[in-house]
């Protein structure tokens, strides 16, 4: 993965922590020149607006959970394990950022920026699972007989979906979760694997 610039590193960790924080909206230049305290020259010199800082933090993790995933292919691992590990590493790549992107998604001014996220997202995510479920499929741990990549689309809509859970819903921390194992169900549904399998990750 191509390493950053030293004073880039610093503004895009300083931002996501802002937008954690404050929100994409309430979050400006000015703010993110007294968080990095850098020059207004300084901090242009690097990015052109706080959207081109949050393009470039995006491309940075879509660049790291690609080469993740592309390891985890390589391994000697079944299906089933290899989809765990992928859970697993995109879960800890989002820990420490999940609310920063989070305020980006849910900002009703950040349309451009949603489409990229999902658009990185699906990129990684599409080739990955259509080699895992055409190996689950052979070893006979997926049950599902359609083609792998239609059904990697049909998980990534459903996880997508998952993205938008509904205002009532959101509110109560219960409901919230059951919406997400509801969601994962159907995911599991779709691979034809155990309908439990993802519970673990939405407790």
Same mark, same amino acid.
């Given at each position: 993965?191509?390493?950053?610039? $030293?004073?880039?590193?610093?503004? =895009?960790?300083?931002?996501?922590? +802002?937008?954690?924080?404050? #929100? %994409?909206?309430?979050?400006?230049? *000015?703010?993110?020149?007294?968080?990095?305290?850098?020059?207004? #020259?300084?901090?242009?010199?690097?990015?052109?607006?706080?959207?081109?800082?949050?393009?470039?933090?995006?491309? &940075?993790?879509? @660049? &790291?959970?690609?080469?993740?995933?592309?390891?985890?292919?390589?391994?000697?691992?079944?299906? +089933? @394990?290899?989809?765990?590990?992928?859970?697993?590493?995109?879960?800890?790549?989002? /820990?420490?950022?999940?609310?920063?992107? =989070?305020?980006?998604?849910?900002?009703?001014?950040?349309?451009?920026?949603?489409?990229?996220? !999902? /658009?990185?997202?699906? !990129?990684?995510?599409?080739?990955?699972?259509?080699?895992?479920? *055409?190996? #689950?499929?052979?070893?006979?741990?997926?049950?599902?007989?359609?083609? $792998?990549? =239609?059904?990697? %689309?049909?998980?990534?809509?459903? !996880?997508?979906?998952?993205?938008?859970?509904? $205002?009532?819903?959101?509110?109560? $921390?219960?409901?919230?979760?059951?919406?997400?194992? /509801?969601?994962?169900?159907?995911?599991? !549904?779709? +691979? #034809?694997?155990?309908?439990?399998?993802?519970?673990?990750?939405?407790?």
């Amino acid at each position: 993965m191509k390493k950053l610039h $030293p004073t880039k590193e610093k503004i =895009i960790k300083e931002t996501l922590r +802002l937008f954690a924080e404050d #929100g %994409y909206e309430e979050t400006t230049m *000015a703010h993110i020149m007294e968080a990095t305290d850098l020059s207004k #020259g300084a901090l242009y010199h690097h990015f052109k607006s706080k959207n081109d800082i949050a393009d470039s933090a995006i491309a &940075q993790i879509s @660049e &790291q959970m690609k080469t993740e995933f592309e390891a985890i292919l390589k391994k000697d691992l079944s299906a +089933l @394990e290899k989809l765990t590990e992928i859970i697993s590493v995109k879960q800890e790549v989002f /820990a420490q950022q999940k609310q920063a992107f =989070i305020n980006i998604f849910n900002s009703s001014k950040s349309g451009p920026l949603k489409q990229k996220m !999902q /658009a990185a997202s699906c !990129q990684n995510f599409v080739p990955i699972m259509t080699s895992i479920i *055409a190996q #689950g499929q052979k070893e006979g741990s997926f049950s599902s007989a359609e083609d $792998p990549q =239609i059904t990697a %689309y049909l998980m990534f809509n459903i !996880q997508k979906s998952l993205q938008s859970v509904p $205002p009532k819903i959101a509110q109560d $921390p219960e409901q919230t979760k059951s919406f997400m194992r /509801a969601g994962t169900r159907l995911v599991c !549904q779709t +691979l #034809g694997i155990d309908p439990h399998f993802f519970d673990t990750f939405c407790a």
